[in-house]
C-alpha cells in the first residue's frame, strides 16, 4: 500500500500530537494503535511494553477485544517474534505464512497466530527497546517501504513517549508515597498525645485499625486530622 506524500505528511503530524498530548499512557497506546491500523490497513494490531524488573513483554494495547491478556500476556526477551524483535531491536517483517518462521510462537488462545503476515517494529529511547508494535495482516502482505517506515517512526515517537510516561508515573508514585507518609506521621502525633502512646503503638494502632475497617492507613490518618480539627475549633 502506498501512501501518497500529504497523507504521509498528515500520519506524522498525527502521531506527533499524539505523543505530545496530555493523554494517559494506555489512552495514548490506544490512539497510536488506531492509527497503525489506518495506515497499514492491517486486521490486528499489538502492543507490548518491556517490564524491566520482570524482564518480561507484557500485552497493553489491541486493536482487537483482549480485555483478559492485557497486562496478563507475557514473552521473555528473545521468545517469539516480538521477543526476538526486542532482543535485536530491529524491525522484522514476514509476508506470508509467518507461523511457519522459526521465530514464531504460538499462544494458542490469540487469533492472530492464525494470521499471514506480521510486521514487528520495537519502541526506542536512547537506544534501548521499551517495546514492541505488531501489525497482522490475515492474507499475505508484501511490507512496503512506505508501510515499515512509519511504524519505526511511531516506534521512536512511542518509545520515547514512553519513557516520559514511566518517569511521570514514578514521580506521581514518589509524590503520593510522601504525602501518606506525612498525613499518616501526622495522625500518630494525634494518637500519641491524645493517648499517651508510644510513636511504635500510634503506628501499630493505625495499621490495626486499617486492616480491621479494610480502609487505607492515609484514609484514616486523615480521619483523626479532620476529627482533631473540630475538636479544636471554638465553640460559638
Not at 53 to 78: C, F, M, N, Y
Not at 91 to 117: C, M, P, Q, W
Not at 147 to 170: I, K, P, W
Not at 177 to 206: D, F, P, S
Request: charged share 30%; with cysteine.
Amino acid at each position: 500500500m502506498a501512501m501518497d506524500e500529504v497523507a504521509g505528511v498528515d500520519f506524522f503530524q498525527r502521531v506527533s500530537k499524539i505523543v505530545s498530548s496530555e493523554l494517559t499512557l494506555d489512552e495514548m497506546l490506544g490512539e497510536i494503535v488506531g492509527l497503525a491500523v489506518q495506515v497499514t490497513s492491517c486486521d490486528a494490531c499489538l502492543v507490548y511494553l518491556l517490564e524491566k524488573d520482570e524482564g518480561k513483554l507484557v500485552l497493553r494495547a489491541s486493536q482487537l477485544p483482549h480485555a483478559a491478556d492485557l497486562g496478563t500476556l507475557q514473552l521473555k526477551i528473545g521468545e517469539g517474534v516480538t521477543g526476538w524483535v526486542a532482543e535485536n531491536k530491529s524491525v522484522l517483517t514476514l509476508s506470508a505464512n509467518a507461523a511457519s518462521d522459526s521465530r514464531f510462537k504460538r499462544f494458542g488462545h490469540i487469533i492472530e497466530d492464525t494470521y499471514e503476515a506480521i510486521a514487528s517494529v520495537p519502541l526506542m529511547t536512547g537506544g534501548d527497546i521499551v517495546g514492541v508494535i505488531n501489525v497482522h495482516h490475515r492474507e499475505p502482505h508484501e511490507y512496503t517501504l512506505d508501510e515499515v517506515s512509519m511504524l519505526v517512526f511511531v516506534g521512536e515517537q512511542m518509545g520515547n513517549a514512553v519513557a516520559r510516561a514511566r518517569l511521570t508515573e514514578v514521580v506521581e508514585r514518589l509524590e503520593t508515597e510522601l504525602e501518606t507518609r506525612k498525613v499518616v506521621e501526622r495522625a500518630k502525633g494525634i494518637l500519641q498525645r491524645n493517648h499517651a502512646l508510644t510513636e511504635e503503638e500510634a503506628y501499630l494502632k493505625l495499621k490495626s485499625e486499617s486492616r480491621r475497617t479494610r480502609k487505607p492507613m492515609k484514609e484514616l490518618a486523615h480521619a483523626i486530622i479532620t476529627v482533631e480539627e473540630l475538636n479544636r475549633r471554638p465553640e460559638n
